[in-house]
């Protein structure tokens, strides 16, 4: 059997052994009445950790983003993100679906909103737009390979908004954390709400967070449960997000090391598309190709297996399950690759 290097999304990853031994043993109870001390001491650890209120356990990252709009917009208003973000192009239209607001998306190429952009459009509300309700950032931010944001232009884009609340899909904050040496609590100190995803880099098998304003994550409670996402002795799955939270951290360095390295592996095998390696900061490697559909097909036929983020979009992740010999054997399928892309 061929070689596979799975480097399709930080998704992929399995949970360790011990979550797998803190699951087993986790107490549980009915989280309906609130009553899973298992999700509350997670909750509880999130909230500290990026210094808010209170937190919500969720099932995935997709409805902690859906419940932030729920939480912050009303039917008819404007939300202002990035145009590569999860919650305008990655979440099947939900936000449309499920709050009734429209997205004002601005350029979002490098990661960062550009201000002056967000501005421009919350000042056209003086006219016929509709109102701002909210703004959306993502950090790291995924379309552009990982990049970490820079705190301190969150806190000018938080302040030049006003009272609008900032939500931050954090669904790789930790990513950020460890690449920048920015906490978590200083990243989500501009933001209103944030959501972040233990199912990715942190390997737990399911759940998300999201924390903010402990009224508003009351109301985000009643969303959750309108959404279907209410669960009940869910004390398993949160039993494994806190060995994530607690064990997980720090080891997502290894995988930013790597993506590093298969970075420039990929500048080197594709010279033509321009692409810095240097810009690599986290577990992401993403270039545009005139056809990388078809190159992503032709690496998965020599065991590596890889996405797109667009269909001129390439994407290679890390994540705990890719080790030294996985690089090095993408290093050699890249030596010997010849593309016969039409
Ligand atoms: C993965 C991801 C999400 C959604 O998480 P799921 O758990 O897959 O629903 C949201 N935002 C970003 C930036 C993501 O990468």
């Known amino acids: 059997m061929t070689r596979r290097v799975d480097l399709r999304s930080d998704t992929v990853t399995q949970p360790t052994q011990a979550m797998r031994d803190a699951m ?44 932030a709009v729920r939480i912050l917009t009303n039917p008819g208003d404007l939300v202002i993100a990035g145009r590569g973000q999860h919650v305008v192009s990655f979440e099947m239209g939900a936000a449309a679906r499920n709050s009734s607001i429209q997205f004002a998306t601005v350029d979002d190429t490098s990661g960062a909103l550009d201000l002056r952009d967000v501005l421009d459009i919350i000042d056209a509300e003086d006219d016929h737009q509709p109102h701002v309700a909210m703004v959306s950032i993502e950090n790291t931010h995924m379309p552009s390979g990982g990049t970490p944001l820079d705190v301190a232009d969150i806190t000018a884009l938080a302040r030049a908004i006003g009272e609008r609340p900032l939500h931050l899909d954090g669904a790789r904050l930790f990513n950020a954390v460890v690449a920048t040496g920015t906490s978590a609590a200083a990243y989500a100190a501009p933001a209103t709400t944030v959501m972040t995803c233990l199912s990715k880099g942190l390997c737990a098998p399911a759940g998300s967070l999201l924390a903010g304003p402990a009224g508003l994550i009351e109301r985000g409670r009643v ?23 607690d064990e997980m951290v720090d080891r997502l360095a290894e995988d930013h090391a790597r993506a590093r390295i298969l970075a420039g592996l990929f500048a080197t095998a594709f010279p033509e598309v321009d692409y810095d390696p240097a810009s690599c900061r986290t577990n992401i490697v993403a270039f545009n190709h005139p056809q990388a559909r078809q190159l992503v097909e032709e690496l998965a036929v020599l065991g590596v297996d890889g996405g797109t983020v667009g269909p001129r979009r390439a994407r290679f992740v890390t994540h705990a399950g890719v080790s030294d010999d996985d690089v090095t054997f993408v290093a050699e399928v890249l030596a010997r690759f010849k593309p016969t892309l039409r």
Request: proline letters at 3%; a negative charge.
């Open 223 to 245: 969303e959750r449960k309108r959404l279907g996402g209410a669960m009940r002795q869910a004390g398993f799955l949160a039993a494994a997000g806190l060995v994530a939270l």
């Open 24 to 67: 087993a043993v986790a107490v549980v109870g009915d989280d309906g009445y609130n009553e899973d001390p298992t999700i509350r001491a997670l909750e509880d650890r999130f909230a500290a950790l990026v210094g808010k209120e209170a937190a919500v356990f969720v099932p995935t990252g997709v409805m902690g983003n859906q419940i």
